[in-house]
């Protein structure tokens, strides 16, 4: 089982940026995609970015050109850069890891609120 620590969200502006980041301890070694979602009220979880093993990454239409997902050195930590925030960024933001064959190594935690306003 992995653990997650999120930190990073916040109430921001139109156009200002937030940096979010999400740790990962326990059995990191199993970790191969790290990721962060996202859900806003009366709406479904959709995934924002990812990251995989060996640096490929993967966003979601909306995001693209403004968002950037990394990981640290250790390859613990994934995080997630936004900038160029719009209102209808807003929404809790969880990060999430799978292990190979997309194996489920943690369940969702509390996210983080992220509040873009106009």
């Known amino acids: 089982q992995v653990e997650l620590v999120e930190s990073g969200g916040g109430l921001v502006q139109a156009g200002g940026s937030l940096r979010l980041s999400c740790a990962a301890s326990?059995?990191?070694?199993?970790?191969?995609?790290m990721g962060w979602y996202r859900q806003a009220p009366g709406k479904q979880r959709e995934l924002v970015a990812s990251i995989i093993s060996g640096g490929s990454t993967n966003y979601a239409d909306s995001v693209k050109g403004r968002f950037t997902i990394s990981r640290d050195n250790a390859k613990n930590t994934v995080v997630l850069q936004m900038n160029s925030l719009k209102p209808e960024d807003t929404a809790v933001y969880y990060c999430?890891?799978?292990?190979?064959?997309?194996?489920?190594?943690?369940?969702w935690g509390q996210g983080t609120q992220v509040t873009v306003s106009s």
């Open positions: 326990g059995s990191t070694f199993s970790i191969n995609l």
């Open positions: 999430n890891v799978r292990g190979g064959r997309g194996l489920v190594l943690s369940s």
